[in-house]
């Protein structure tokens, strides 16, 4: 991954919002979107949230807010963006640790992965799902988002974004594939973001649309298997 531009914590929202910006929306609104879409798929009370890859932290607090009860633990190799996101975000509640020490974190009952796979070597794809997978209790949940690379406007704004200009984008049939391989039982494939703010008035219509597979971003919905009685 590029750590070198991630360790720009003040510079990242800008940078990613000179992307995100041709579809008239901010940050803040594709967060939220992806959060109630999982919030609408996934069992409503986990006890522990990883963020896995979690950037300036954002995302963790909006899934603190989405999920009250739920402890958040926000996880990515910038040393900078940990920082940014301790000192915006940090509470009793919502933590932020360096992916180096995953190991030593209690389990998970949920992982929320946005924008992160398309930044990792597909070599080492698989392998970070498998240990991934270990970070979870049995029964435990996965919703990881990604751009879609059958999307014309996502892998135009991608191109407009500085540190995803060179990365290499995964389809949602490599995604399941990967996710089922590394142990997980895939349940689910949703497509979302349709339509820009200036169609806004019609995206009551975008449900309607969320098995094509022509969205922005997808995201693969996957459980961990539960023990046997």
Known sequence: MPEQLFDRAAEY???LNQGIGL???NQEFFIAGRIQDMRSQVPPSPRRILDFGCGTGKSCSMLAQAFPTAQIVGVDLSQQALVHAKTSFGSS???FENIADLARLEPFDLCYIN???HHIRPSERQSTLVMIRELLTPGAHLALFENNPWNPGARMVMRRIPFDRDAVPL???EARRRIKAAGFQ????RFLFYLPKALAALRFIEPLFVNVPLGAQYCVLASVPALSA
């Open 115 to 117: 924008g992160v796979f």
């Open 23 to 25: 579809s008239g929306e």
């Open 171 to 173: 389809s949602y049939l």
């Open 93 to 95: 509640r919502v933590l």
């Open 13 to 15: 929202e800008a940078m």
């Open 186 to 189: 895939v349940y689910g494939t």
